[in-house]
């Protein structure tokens, strides 16, 4: 049985005025735990990269927090982790934020890293996209002077 | 815990890009209109509300107040809720609970997302500003891809993560991905509160270009403009009120971590993990005494913005081993008539009015289980259980609601 409402026929009516207005998110003000992310530039600076280890369930966390999401535990052991792993996922860049189609594709990959719990963002260069593989072993290429900053890898390309 | 029921459902005319006739409390009233007059109640039935849309996707703080008399709360309770893409399962989830502990006896659910009179891409950045601020100042690049800036390409990215993912470990191929589409928009040709309508094949979808490798324009969603309202009643007022109900046997809702985002406190992990399904499916089952899904639902509406989580949801929700999905959809198990109908309306893959589109899933569901469906998208099976599902937060919130055509029993 169809209810009466399906029958009504449906025509948009006159298009209603319209009035323009902004948020402005610049004003809003942002407290941060930023230790872990601290802790991984000033590594970068180093062409290494650190984060930070539950002594409880042993999960190493890059950029590392404050406290173990699995066991509620305050956490404060840097480890280092190795600039090496393999590819979680991974897509390829066809078109940009807004549609337009991209000149050169490109591979953006989230890799855990050796040693790592945790996945890092990151681009893949020096391989056909084509090829990427997820499990696919890859390695960081640094910038030559780094400067403690998260753009300090240029970006990753297979072993 | 009282047995409560689907008593009606009331849709607004269309679902279309831009609804330049109407203000968005004026399209909201439209549904609840609607659903007073497939249910044949008044105003004055209705015990209290609940009221969800996303939050910032247009810019409004208190809607649920501006709209007060729009949807006829004056003088009664209403609460909003806002859960991200699975706001529309909550806001129905919220009123059964209202009902279920016995506080209320009928409470109406309103649900919309009017999305040509905000931004969605300022709603979505939004989600992750705070961290998006520090990685920016720490070196990110947004849009060059250096210092963890690869999104991807937008809000696609993440999802195509997340497609990337689930071909990987599924062995499914893209090309199903672009079967899924074109089954889903096919379907949605079919139902009058589609938005996007059109006949449409695996070649159709495939002449689409790119976005972000696997994915291509014709494995997204649209954007829409439209409301969904539902009324749920306890059992005895349920049985006097209606000749046909879908009674709500099982809910659940379940959270993880992120998986997509919080990179500034190494939050990221697969994105096709999706463990909250499974344990949000179990939950509900087990809640709604099914005791081998795979045989006992009838019927799936699952979210899904993007074409592949149609097949991915099925198998972490249970409804099939993981890897079988991609098989059934080649053996025209998924079809309107086949053994399971998946997103027989078109999915949230071709109607996103994003806050109604979680209580869209339901509200299917239970159209499907009385047998009111309008247009053809009608499942000629007798449906007796089905299941919906809702999606969204930061890739990690499911929401499950099981129907079905006759109440739990006591216990």
């Known amino acids: ?159 | 815990m009282r047995n409560v029921a689907i008593i009606g459902v009331g849709y607004t005319p269309v679902f279309v890009s831009k609804r330049k006739d109407v203000n968005i409390v004026e399209m909201i009233s439209e549904a609840v209109d609607a659903a007073f007059h497939n249910t044949n109640l008044s105003p004055d039935d209705i015990d209290a509300l609940t009221f969800g849309n996303m939050q910032t996707f247009e810019g409004l703080n208190l809607p649920h107040l501006w709209a007060a008399d729009h949807i006829r709360a004056l003088d009664k309770p209403t609460i909003r809720i806002s859960t991200g893409g699975t706001t529309g399962m909550s806001t129905l989830q919220a009123a059964y609970y209202q009902v279920a502990s016995g506080l209320h006896d009928i409470v109406m659910a309103v649900t919309w997302e009017k999305q040509s009179e905000g931004d969605s891409q300022v709603g979505l950045a939004g989600i992750v500003m705070p961290e998006a601020m520090v990685m920016v100042q720490n070196g990110m690049d947004l849009f060059g891809g250096k210092g963890m800036g690869g999104m991807g390409g937008g809000s696609t990215g993440a999802a195509s993560y997340q497609a990337m993912s689930y071909l990987h470990h599924s062995g499914a191929s893209p090309e199903h991905i672009d079967k899924m589409a074109a089954l889903e928009r096919t379907n949605a040709s079919k139902n009058p509160y589609a938005h996007l309508r059109k006949v449409t094949t695996v070649e159709d979808i495939q002449a689409t270009p790119f976005i972000s490798w696997p994915l291509r324009y014709g494995h997204t969603c649209p954007t829409s403009d439209g409301a969904t309202v539902a009324i749920v009643a306890c059992e005895e007022k349920a049985s006097k009120l209606a000749d046909q109900v879908a009674w709500i046997t099982g809910v659940a809702a379940c959270t993880s971590d992120p998986t997509t985002a919080n990179l500034i406190e190494g939050q990221i992990t697969d994105p096709a993990e999706q463990q909250p399904a499974r344990i949000a499916a179990e939950k509900a089952f087990a809640m709604a005494g099914i005791k081998n899904p795979r045989k006992e639902i009838d019927m799936a509406e699952l979210y899904n913005g993007f074409a592949h989580q149609s097949l991915m949801w099925l198998e972490k929700l249970g409804l099939c081993k993981e890897g079988e999905a991609h098989k059934m959809l080649d053996k025209g198990a998924l079809d309107i008539d086949g053994e399971l109908p998946t997103n027989a309306s078109g999915g949230v893959f071709s109607t996103n009015a994003i806050g109604a589109s979680a209580m869209n899933r339901p509200a299917e569901c239970a159209l499907q289980i009385m047998r009111k469906i309008e247009g053809g998208h009608q499942i000629p099976k007798k449906v007796k259980k089905a299941l919906a599902h809702g999606w969204g937060g930061l890739f990690q919130y499911v929401t499950v609601m099981i129907l079905s055509d006759e109440p739990r029993e006591a216990k």
């Open chain 1, 1 to 159: 049985m169809i209810p009466e409402v399906a029958e009504v026929s449906f025509e948009m009516g006159p298009e209603t005025r319209q009035v323009q207005a902004t948020w402005d998110v610049t004003t809003y003000k942002y407290k941060i735990e930023g230790r872990g992310m601290k802790i991984l530039c000033d590594a970068m600076k180093e062409k290494k990269i650190r984060g930070i280890r539950c002594n409880e369930c042993g999960t190493v966390y890059v950029p590392g927090p404050g406290f173990c999401r699995k066991c509620h535990i305050d956490i404060d052991e840097v480890v280092e982790v190795k600039d090496s792993g393999e590819v979680g996922t991974f897509a390829v860049e066809m078109a940009d934020m807004r549609g337009t189609p991209v000149d050169m594709e490109r591979v953006t990959a989230q890799i855990k890293l050796d040693g790592a719990d945790t996945w890092l963002g990151g681009t893949i260069e020096g391989i056909d996209w084509h090829d990427v593989k997820i499990g696919m072993k890859v390695k960081a290429v640094w910038a030559d002077n780094p400067e403690g900053k998260l753009s300090d890898i240029d970006h990753f390309e297979p072993i």
